[in-house]
């Protein structure tokens, strides 16, 4: 109990590391160019959500080719 737990260190140790080796530095816009800068990176995040979550309007219905699917005859 004096001692405390001698793994508690080691795992603290290891969590302070994933976390440095996991936190995103910067990224790559669309232009090419390497950005750090956070109000940048913000705003380039929520805009590839929006446009990856963005409805798609110019798929409706009526761009189906209806006319050119197979029919019943009237006879059957």
């Known amino acids: 109990m004096k001692l405390g737990d001698r793994n508690m260190s ?5 969590t302070l590391v994933r976390r440095k080796r996991n936190k995103k530095q910067g990224f ?5 160019q390497w950005s750090t800068d956070d109000v940048i990176l913000q705003a380039e995040v ?3 959500f ?4 963005e409805v798609d309007h110019s ?4 761009t189906l080719l209806v ?9 059957c």
Do not use: A, C, V
């Open 46 to 48: 929520i805009n590839y």
């Open 67 to 75: 006319n050119d699917m197979p029919r019943l005859s009237e006879q």
């Open 10 to 14: 080691f795992f603290h140790t290891q």
């Open 59 to 62: 798929t409706t219905p009526n």
């Open 28 to 32: 790559f816009l669309e232009n090419g």
């Open 50 to 53: 929006k446009q990856l979550f």
